[in-house]
């Protein structure tokens, strides 16, 4: 059984930053690709960011896309999501997920294990 924790989340300053981390348990993180993803009160599930399995491609939401970096340590089973100029409309539970397959997936149903999530809150 996969397990992923989350961690890294509070409460940030607009313009501030943070990291996440995510810890899998098992041996075969290095096998899958990862995501992050957030959801707001009353919105949809959000994919932010997506890494292969040997870190050497990703993938970003527009809304994410020069803020926010993903990256992975597969001798920790570890992956990370470092946010910058956090701005007041990402406060949200954030959440880790393992893809599938090898391949980077931009909808929740592509993932099929999940972080019980963090939350990030963003003041102006």
């Known amino acids: 059984q996969v397990q992923l924790v989350e961690s890294g989340g509070g409460s940030v300053q607009a313009g501030g930053s943070l990291r996440l981390s995510c810890a899998a348990s098992?041996?075969?993180?290095?096998?899958?690709?990862m995501g992050w993803f957030r959801q707001a009160p009353g919105k949809e599930r959000e994919f932010l960011a997506g890494?292969?399995?040997?870190?050497?491609?990703?993938n970003f939401a527009d809304s994410v896309k020069g803020r926010f970096t993903i990256s992975r340590d597969n001798a920790k089973s570890t992956v990370y999501l470092q946010m910058n100029s956090l701005k007041p409309e990402d406060t949200a539970v954030y959440y880790c997920?393992?893809?599938?397959?090898?391949?980077?997936?931009?909808?929740?149903?592509?993932?099929?294990?999940w972080g019980q999530g963090t939350q990030v809150t963003v003041s102006s």
């Open positions: 098992g041996r075969t993180f290095s096998s899958y690709a």
């Open positions: 997920a393992r893809g599938r397959g090898v391949y980077i997936e931009t909808v929740p149903q592509e993932y099929n294990y």
């Open positions: 890494i292969s399995r040997s870190g050497g491609s990703t």
